[in-house]
């Protein structure tokens, strides 16, 4: 197992009342992802290991013109959000700052 948890416990009963005392020492296991994957087979790799876009680095690959957006728009869908108000609230300068922003002032 990749993850123990040594417990002690006490406890006392003291008239209807009750009182417990734990130690818990749980422990974390770090793994050498690198190291690991390497001492693996290919077909042992992709049982424990996934690849994932990262949506930053498409973002980016895109923008530069690295990758073309038609070859990324089949594999993209948009779904509805939940839609939600924003409340913004701020001073302006002066009277045409609030003027230009709309707001007669």
């Known amino acids: 197992m ?3 948890s ?4 006490w ?3 003291d008239g209807g009342k009750y009182y417990k005392a734990t130690v818990v020492s749980p ?3 770090d793994i050498d992802d690198e190291g690991l994957l390497d001492a693996l087979s290919v077909e042992e790799q992709e049982m424990i290991s996934e690849r ?7 973002e980016a690959a895109l923008e ?6 038609e070859r990324v728009t089949p594999y993209l869908t948009v779904k509805p959000a939940s839609p939600y ?4 609230e701020g001073v302006l300068e002066d009277a ?8 007669g002032a």
């Open 2 to 4: 990749m993850h123990a």
């Open 6 to 9: 040594r417990k002690r416990q």
């Open 11 to 13: 406890s006392i009963d």
């Open 27 to 29: 422990e974390r296991v």
């Open 52 to 58: 994932k876009v990262v949506r930053k680095q498409l």
């Open 64 to 69: 530069r013109g690295e990758i073309a957006q």
């Open 85 to 88: 108000i924003r409340y913004t």
């Open 96 to 103: 045409d700052e609030a003027q230009d922003a709309g707001h």
